[in-house]
């Protein structure tokens, strides 16, 4: 299974995509909003996206929505990885199209549960 | 996973995130409206907090999140930023510089207590925007402090891939033919024109506009870097050696074979040393905030403009220009740009303006630092020159306007009517010129009275494969010259040989179009006698130091050649004529000349003006230390000796405090400019009793880099200039003798006596 992991701190993408790994997946990476749409096109069999809210060129607000106007990623799951301080704006996030989020900072094991939710894992 | 590795990422990341910060502070302080900056600043502190928190740094967490709760309110405009503000929001940076460089070090975050700092954000946060406005006209920005340690550099360089590094020239049939109907002893390979650098350098200026392109980029460690660049040398070495062996060869297809070889290689060359290369903006991105701070603290207001930012150069020249710069640029500040309100007494705007430019020159680097502020007074400096007995009264009449302004690179010179702690301990502009200079740069000051001073900074791209002059000296042996001192080659024959070149009171000139051109014997340069000459040719090698020109008398003079500079062995380190060493085409080695060390051993130039200048006044002393007139630094040990030390034996005066003196073996030691340098007292020398009272210590720097020894000295009193004239020869050891100075016996220190008794030479014997 493909990831897809969206975040402009190199950092940051190496500790998800690190996750991401130890749950079993292929891991893709984008450095915002903008990138993630050009590396979807080419990998449409992608079945989530770890997505950040806070990014230069197109945030991920904009890259929801913008997933959520293009018809062909209805089967893509959409995960905001979010802080405290932008828990207030969760439920843009829920209607623009995410199916889970997760707060900053979280442990393998807070993401296999809700990939469990997402039943991405078993 | 690695926790290694995304700990050492976060860090990279970090610290060129932070170095962005400081400008975009500058910047949004001019603008606070700037969205697209604030946002941007924003999401830097908001990265740090997150990837902060994965990796268990929970007090930079903490710190970051109160940054970022102040930044969010400002940047949904509740609030508004003020200097305060600023002023607190700088503390976070600094904070989270200072917490970074603590994970770098020993892997945790330090948990050092910044509470107060929260709390002061916390408390900025939850101002109402009203009182915010009054509280800030009220009370004007504090000073901030300076942060206490330069930003981790991680060891790391940006390698740009494909798209800067070109692939090596494929046209090798067609360029061949024509490099063959050369001559095939050049060996000089294509260096390519500054146009063409410069459209690289577009180049990269557009890839950092597009971040999308960063992808084409990958970190590579430096030490790599350094190990490629001295294989490429070695190379370039062979390739020299085989050049030679092919002129002497008629094989066709192993000549085209050696011109390819010979194309490659350049090729190779220029893109490993590109792969070194930095652009300067890396360190000119520290000065907005640096002049920010300091235009704070000294009631300025100056804006900072650069232009040139991407222009490249050798890390290690980065690194060797970045203090002078500082410098520079803190002087400027400091003692060109005038207060406000003087500026505005004068017409000008209140607003002074620091120009930064950089640019590639005839294979070197400009950099111009320029200000609009008071200028320096010519007539000003020589009274200061005449009164701190650096040159005497009458020679300061001859000066021209431009000498006299140059007194300010002598050692000892400071301008600034009070010493401020910000620059000028009074041995400032010296060390500025006697760093650019080690590199082979050049450095020279412009400045009219009233409207500003310039000070342009010359300096080679790399230091590590440099083009140079080949000539031989009387015994055949070949000698490099750098062919940036090189400034024209003259051949005297017949006649003009014999009778060309005239003695002036012994020193030998040659009228160069009306000119007279100072000479130097090459063999004399070494101190080896006169050889036998041949009256029927002279070679002339005019080179320039400094602003001066002298021309060298050599044998023969060969042809150019790229040569790598190898550093001398430990014995021949401190020879002043030669810089270093190469290994010639045929395997042998050749000495590289210092054209500055020849021309300041030949009293061409002296070592430092003033020297030059007393010796002239000294006439018929000259050359009898008894009666030289010499420079002298007054100081006093202990309670009451007072004592006298050369000021040629003075590198740098310095202050330290107390807690920063280390203990090292039986060994007072304190870390200096990235070495431990190992320092003596005085008085303990002297009178057997240690420097007593205060919290800082005087210290006198002698030797340079790690050969440095501190002399601690109770107070500085004075810079004289005095005939030295021994009243009484000493038997008490480390004392030269007894010289009346100002009309009170003083005792001049025998330094070398000094520093070799003490168990401080032990320290650096051994380095």
Same mark, same amino acid.
């Given at each position: 299974?493909?990831?897809?992991?969206?975040? +402009?701190?190199?950092?940051?993408?190496?500790?998800?995509?690190?996750?991401?790994?130890?749950?079993?997946?292929?891991?893709?990476?984008?450095?915002?909003?903008?990138?993630?749409? /050009?590396?979807? %096109?080419?990998?449409?069999?992608?079945?989530?996206?770890?997505?950040?809210?806070?990014?230069?060129?197109?945030?991920?607000?904009?890259?929801?929505?913008?997933?959520?106007?293009?018809?062909?990623?209805?089967?893509?799951?959409?995960?905001?990885?979010?802080?405290?301080? %932008?828990?207030?704006?969760?439920?843009?996030?829920?209607?623009?199209?995410?199916?889970?989020?997760?707060?900053?900072?979280?442990?393998?094991?807070?993401?296999?549960?809700?990939?469990?939710?997402?039943?991405?894992?078993? | 996973?690695?926790?290694?590795?995304?700990?050492?990422?976060?860090?990279?990341?970090?610290?060129?995130?932070?170095?962005?910060?400081?400008?975009?502070?500058?910047?949004?302080?001019?603008?606070?409206?700037?969205?697209?900056?604030?946002?941007?600043?924003?999401?830097?502190?908001?990265?740090?907090?997150?990837?902060?928190?994965?990796?268990?740094?929970?007090?930079?967490?903490?710190?970051?999140?109160?940054?970022?709760?102040?930044?969010?309110?400002?940047?949904?405009?509740?609030?508004?930023?003020?200097?305060?503000?600023?002023?607190?929001?700088?503390?976070?940076?600094?904070?989270?510089?200072?917490?970074?460089?603590?994970?770098?070090?020993?892997?945790?975050?330090?948990?050092?207590?910044?509470?107060?700092?929260?709390?002061?954000?916390?408390?900025?946060?939850?101002?109402?925007?009203?009182?915010?406005?009054?509280?800030?006209?009220?009370?004007?920005?504090?000073?901030?402090?300076?942060?206490?340690?330069?930003?981790?550099?991680?060891?790391?360089?940006?390698?740009?891939?494909?798209?800067?590094?070109?692939?090596?020239?494929?046209?090798?049939?067609?360029?061949?033919?024509?490099?063959?109907?050369?001559?095939?002893?050049?060996?000089?390979?294509?260096?390519?024109?500054?146009?063409?650098?410069?459209?690289?350098?577009?180049?990269?200026?557009? +890839?950092?506009?597009?971040?999308?392109?960063?992808?084409?980029?990958?970190?590579?460690?430096?030490?790599?870097?350094?190990?490629?660049?001295?294989?490429?040398?070695?190379?370039?070495?062979?390739?020299?050696?085989?050049?030679?062996?092919?002129?002497?060869?008629?094989?066709?297809?192993?000549?085209?074979?050696?011109?390819?070889?010979?194309?490659? /290689?350049?090729?190779?060359?220029?893109?490993?040393?590109?792969?070194?290369?930095?652009?300067?903006?890396?360190?000119?991105?520290?000065?907005?905030?640096?002049?920010?701070?300091?235009?704070?603290?000294?009631?300025?207001?100056?804006?900072?403009?650069?232009?040139?930012?991407?222009?490249?150069?050798?890390?290690?020249?980065?690194?060797?220009?970045?203090?002078?710069?500082?410098?520079?640029?803190?002087?400027?500040?400091?003692?060109?740009?005038?207060?406000?309100?003087?500026?505005?007494?004068?017409?000008?705007?209140?607003?002074?303006?620091?120009?930064?430019?950089?640019?590639?020159?005839?294979?070197?680097?400009?950099?111009?630092?320029?200000?609009?502020?008071?200028?320096?007074?010519?007539?000003?400096?020589?009274?200061?020159?005449?009164?701190?007995?650096?040159?005497?009264?009458?020679?300061?009449?001859?000066?021209?306007?431009? %000498?006299?302004?140059?007194?300010?690179?002598?050692?000892?010179?400071?301008?600034?009517?009070?010493?401020?702690?910000?620059?000028?301990?009074?041995?400032?502009?010296?060390?500025?010129?006697?760093?650019? %200079?080690?590199?082979?740069?050049?450095?020279?000051?412009?400045? !009219?009275?009233?409207?500003?001073?310039?000070?342009?900074?010359?300096?080679?791209?790399?230091?590590?494969?440099?083009?140079?002059?080949?000539?031989?000296?009387? +015994?055949?042996?070949?000698?490099? $010259?750098?062919?940036?001192?090189?400034?024209?080659?003259?051949?005297?024959?017949?006649?003009?040989?014999?009778?060309?070149?005239?003695?002036?009171?012994?020193?030998?000139?040659?009228?160069?179009?009306?000119?007279?051109?100072?000479?130097?014997?090459?063999?004399?340069?070494?101190?080896?006698?006169?050889?036998?000459?041949?009256?029927?040719?002279?070679?002339?090698?005019?080179?320039?130091?400094?602003?001066?020109?002298?021309?060298?008398?050599?044998?023969?003079?060969?042809?150019?050649?790229?040569?790598?500079?190898?550093?001398?062995?430990?014995?021949?380190?401190? $020879?002043?004529?030669?810089?270093?060493?190469?290994?010639?085409?045929?395997?042998?080695?050749?000495?590289?000349?210092?054209?500055?060390?020849?021309?300041?051993?030949?009293?061409?130039?002296?070592?430092?003006?003033?020297?030059?200048?007393?010796?002239?006044?000294?006439?018929?002393?000259?050359?009898?230390?008894?009666?030289?007139?010499?420079?002298?630094?007054?100081?006093?040990?202990?309670?009451?000796?007072?004592?006298?030390?050369?000021?040629?034996?003075?590198?740098?005066?310095?202050?330290?405090?107390?807690?920063?003196?280390?203990?090292?073996?039986?060994?007072?030691? !304190?870390?200096?400019?990235?070495?431990?340098?190992?320092?003596?007292?005085?008085?303990?020398?002297?009178?057997?009793?240690?420097?007593?009272?205060?919290?800082?210590?005087?210290? !006198?720097?002698?030797?340079?880099?790690?050969?440095?020894?501190?002399?601690?000295?109770?107070?500085?009193?004075?810079?004289?200039?005095?005939?030295?004239?021994?009243?009484?020869?000493?038997?008490?050891?480390?004392?030269?003798?007894?010289?009346?100075?100002?009309?009170?016996?003083?005792?001049?220190?025998?330094?070398?006596?000094?520093?070799?008794?003490?168990?401080?030479?032990?320290?650096?014997?051994?380095?």
């Amino acid at each position: 299974m493909k990831a897809l992991v969206v975040d +402009d701190s190199r950092a940051m993408r190496m500790i998800l995509t690190g996750m991401l790994k130890e749950c079993g997946f292929d891991v893709l990476e984008a450095k915002h909003g903008r990138e993630a749409l /050009t590396c979807l %096109e080419s990998n449409p069999d992608t079945t989530l996206a770890l997505i950040d809210w806070n990014m230069p060129e197109m945030n991920g607000l904009e890259l929801l929505q913008a997933l959520k106007a293009d018809g062909r990623y209805g089967s893509l799951r959409r995960m905001m990885v979010t802080t405290e301080s %932008e828990m207030a704006n969760i439920s843009k996030a829920m209607d623009a199209g995410a199916s889970e989020y997760v707060m900053k900072p979280f442990t393998v094991g807070v993401i296999q549960d809700k990939l469990r939710v997402l039943g991405l894992v078993s | 996973m690695n926790e290694n590795e995304i700990v050492r990422e976060f860090l990279v990341e970090s610290a060129e995130n932070l170095d962005q910060l400081d400008q975009a502070f500058v910047q949004l302080e001019k603008d606070p409206h700037d969205r697209t900056n604030l946002a941007g600043i924003f999401r830097t502190i908001h990265t740090i907090k997150g990837t902060s928190g994965f990796l268990g740094f929970g007090t930079l967490e903490r710190v970051a999140h109160a940054g970022e709760n102040l930044l969010s309110l400002l940047r949904e405009g509740t609030l508004a930023l003020d200097a305060p503000m600023t002023s607190a929001l700088l503390r976070v940076v600094d904070a989270t510089r200072r917490m970074l460089t603590h994970v770098e070090a020993t892997g945790s975050d330090g948990g050092e207590d910044y509470s107060s700092l929260i709390a002061e954000l916390e408390r900025l946060a939850t101002r109402t925007p009203d009182t915010s406005a009054v509280v800030a006209e009220a009370a004007p920005d504090a000073p901030v402090p300076l942060p206490a340690l330069e930003p981790a550099n991680p060891p790391i360089a940006v390698l740009q891939t494909a798209a800067d590094v070109d692939a090596p020239a494929p046209q090798g049939a067609a360029s061949l033919q024509v490099t063959q109907a050369d001559e095939a002893g050049t060996t000089v390979p294509n260096r390519r024109s500054g146009q063409d650098r410069r459209s690289g350098d577009d180049r990269r200026a557009q +890839d950092e506009k597009a971040p999308a392109a960063a992808d084409s980029s990958l970190r590579i460690d430096v030490g790599l870097l350094d190990r490629l660049m001295n294989l490429v040398g070695e190379l370039v070495l062979a390739r020299n050696q085989i050049l030679q062996y092919t002129a002497t060869q008629t094989d066709s297809a192993f000549v085209s074979a050696t011109q390819r070889l010979n194309l490659v /290689t350049s090729e190779l060359q220029e893109g490993v040393m590109k792969t070194r290369m930095q652009p300067i903006g890396n360190i000119w991105t520290k000065f907005p905030r640096i002049v920010r701070d300091l235009a704070v603290q000294c009631g300025r207001e100056v804006r900072i403009e650069m232009e040139g930012r991407d222009t490249e150069l050798d890390k290690t020249i980065i690194e060797a220009i970045k203090d002078p710069l500082t410098h520079i640029v803190r002087n400027s500040v400091d003692h060109g740009i005038e207060p406000p309100d003087e500026r505005a007494a004068k017409g000008k705007p209140r607003e002074g303006v620091l120009s930064l430019r950089a640019f590639h020159e005839g294979g070197q680097i400009n950099i111009e630092i320029a200000d609009d502020g008071a200028g320096i007074d010519p007539e000003k400096v020589k009274r200061k020159a005449v009164s701190r007995g650096i040159i005497a009264s009458e020679q300061a009449a001859r000066l021209g306007d431009h %000498e006299a302004t140059r007194l300010v690179f002598l050692p000892g010179f400071s301008t600034a009517e009070k010493i401020s702690n910000i620059s000028g301990r009074g041995v400032g502009m010296d060390v500025v010129k006697t760093n650019i %200079e080690k590199i082979g740069g050049q450095v020279d000051i412009h400045s !009219v009275v009233g409207s500003g001073t310039t000070l342009k900074i010359k300096i080679p791209l790399t230091l590590a494969i440099i083009p140079a002059l080949i000539v031989a000296g009387a +015994d055949g042996e070949r000698y490099a $010259i750098p062919q940036v001192s090189l400034l024209e080659l003259v051949r005297l024959e017949g006649t003009q040989a014999r009778t060309g070149i005239e003695s002036i009171q012994g020193t030998p000139f040659y009228r160069l179009r009306g000119n007279l051109l100072p000479l130097v014997y090459l063999d004399e340069a070494f101190e080896r006698g006169t050889a036998q000459r041949d009256p029927e040719v002279v070679n002339i090698v005019v080179l320039k130091a400094d602003d001066r020109q002298f021309g060298l008398i050599v044998d023969a003079i060969h042809d150019t050649e790229e040569i790598v500079v190898k550093p001398l062995g430990k014995q021949l380190k401190g $020879i002043a004529t030669f810089a270093g060493a190469t290994i010639m085409g045929d395997g042998r080695v050749a000495l590289i000349l210092d054209v500055m060390g020849i021309a300041q051993r030949a009293h061409v130039i002296s070592e430092a003006r003033d020297r030059r200048i007393s010796e002239g006044d000294a006439g018929d002393h000259a050359g009898d230390p008894q009666h030289d007139l010499q420079a002298l630094l007054v100081c006093r040990v202990g309670d009451a000796d007072r004592m006298a030390i050369p000021l040629n034996r003075v590198a740098r005066l310095e202050e330290f405090p107390t807690t920063s003196i280390e203990r090292s073996g039986s060994q007072d030691v !304190v870390q200096y400019r990235g070495v431990i340098m190992p320092l003596i007292d005085l008085s303990t020398v002297f009178t057997g009793r240690p420097t007593q009272g205060g919290d800082l210590r005087q210290v !006198v720097v002698h030797g340079e880099g790690d050969r440095s020894v501190g002399l601690v000295v109770g107070q500085i009193l004075d810079i004289v200039n005095e005939r030295i004239d021994i009243q009484r020869r000493s038997t008490r050891h480390g004392v030269l003798g007894s010289v009346v100075i100002q009309q009170r016996v003083t005792d001049l220190i025998d330094v070398a006596a000094v520093v070799g008794t003490s168990s401080a030479s032990d320290t650096w014997a051994a380095a």
